[in-house]
């Protein structure tokens, strides 16, 4: 397992709420009482960044720095609490408004402003739609992607990973995996990926899971596609990096953004033409992930509950978790034994569609090449009527004399025959013709 390979990434609220580096102080003394109790809660970085975020957005919102915020009355604090998860809920994020609402309570909390009386919100009403894709319809999905884009998708889909999981992965991970041609690749994922990426392993579960040969075949051609692009991979460089405008070193040094992996579902459900395109999300994937467990395996039969948890990465019983990780090659015949490829109409479609393309390029190649042929012979026919013209002025210096005639089309074959020489066309299937006068 490759270890501490990308570099800590700035955040935004390390400078609104003065943070070391280590978030484990601050110049504010109402945010070094809330580490401290955040410490006795044992909370973890992942928390904290949550918690930070959170906070720093309410500094901004009300103007007030995390210490003049303490001392307002709790009249006051429960008003512009009220106001900023009001703004939340009003955009429809009613979850998030509860969520930061129980944040900021803590906050006031540790600094001795206790049970703030603000209203909360009925999540159920606000429910956002979500639409998760079938199978077929994420395989669609990554047949109008990018190289990175199919990839990705191909192996969220097949691994059931999660946003943060995807993006903390390095290329050293899977690196002798991915050279070594080996189906399934396995997928080791640990608290150590939180290093990288907070949230990569929630709640710490250690656990592995796999990608099918779809997802190895679309991984292999985006890293041989890389490296054409890009030249070699390094062991600490994010598996997906970063393109378009993102400098170099960047790219090859820090995770994608989460947002990135969002907007990419969502362009590849619209030029999929999937219609609620708009609602499905990176997590979607995962819902389609299990779907696969729960459809059982290709000779029948059902997988267990207790594995299909086990890839989702979900807690299990203290005592089913060890046997899990010990019998890891087990788990991958049985993985193996589900349904991950293209269903056969799909596949046949796929090469229809694929022999149809190889067809219309093969014409386009004849077209292009008769297109360059009758150009050449434009150019040729030019360059003769350079030379007759030239011709005919030295004949005319030369006191040459033409007599011509109109010929019907049935004669004009004898008279071509005769040394007449062909002028051009008339309407009614008449010609002119003409030839040198003979010299006395």
């Not at 159920?124 to 884009?149: I, N, Q, W």
């Not at 390095?170 to 907070?198: C, F």
């Not at 799909?346 to 569609?353: D, F, K, Q, S, T």
Request: proline fraction near 3%.
């Amino acid at each position: 397992m490759v270890e501490n390979v990308f570099a800590r990434r700035g955040y935004r609220f390390e400078g609104i709420l003065k943070l070391d580096a280590g978030w484990l102080k601050s110049e504010y003394g109402a945010v070094n009482e809330w580490i401290r109790g955040l410490q006795r809660r044992g909370g973890v970085r992942t928390t904290k960044l949550t918690y930070f975020k959170t906070l720093a957005d309410f500094v901004s919102e009300t103007g007030l720095d995390p210490d003049e915020l303490v001392k307002l009355s709790k009249g006051e604090v429960e008003k512009r609490v009220q106001m900023f998860c009001d703004a939340l809920a009003s955009r429809g994020r009613l979850s998030r408004a509860n969520r930061d609402l129980q944040i900021l309570r803590s906050f006031f909390k540790y600094n001795g402003v206790e049970k703030l009386k603000v209203q909360e919100y009925n999540c159920r009403l606000g429910r956002r739609f979500e639409r998760v894709p079938t199978k077929e319809e994420v395989y669609r999905m990554a047949d109008v992607s990018k190289p990175r884009d199919r990839a990705i998708l191909l192996f969220a889909m097949q691994s059931g990973l999660r946003n943060a999981t995807v993006r903390a992965l390095a290329y050293g991970d899977l690196r002798d995996q991915i050279e070594s041609n080996k189906v399934p690749i396995r997928v080791h994922v640990t608290p150590k990926l939180k290093e990288r990426v907070p949230g990569a392993a929630k709640e710490g579960v250690e656990h592995y899971t796999f990608i099918a040969s779809e997802a190895c075949e679309a991984l292999r051609s985006y890293i041989a596609y890389r490296r054409q692009r890009y030249g070699q991979i390094g062991d600490d460089e994010p598996l997906f990096r970063a393109e378009g405008n993102v400098p170099e070193e960047v790219a090859r040094r820090k995770p994608l953004n989460e947002d990135t992996l969002e907007e990419m579902v969502k362009r590849a459900g619209r030029r999929a033409g999937i219609k609620e395109w708009q609602h499905i999300r990176f997590h979607s994937l995962r819902k389609t992930f299990r779907s696969v467990l729960d459809a059982g395996y290709i000779d029948g039969g059902q997988m267990a509950e207790d594995d299909k948890e086990y890839l989702m990465g979900h807690t299990l019983p203290s005592q089913k978790a060890p046997y899990h990780d010990a019998n890891i090659e087990v788990l991958e015949k049985r993985y193996m034994k589900l349904n991950f490829s293209r269903t056969p109409t799909e596949e046949i479609a796929r090469a229809v569609n694929g022999e149809a393309r190889k067809k219309v390029e093969e014409f386009g190649k004849i077209i292009a090449e008769k297109e360059l042929e009758i150009r050449r012979l434009r150019e040729e026919l030019e360059k003769l009527k350079g030379v007759e013209e030239r011709v005919r002025r030295i004949e005319t210096s030369l006191g040459a004399s033409y007599e011509a005639k109109i010929v019907l089309e049935e004669e004009l074959e004898r008279y071509l025959a005769e040394g007449w020489d062909f002028v051009r066309e008339l309407s009614n299937r008449k010609y002119i013709v003409r030839r040198l006068k003979p010299t006395r």
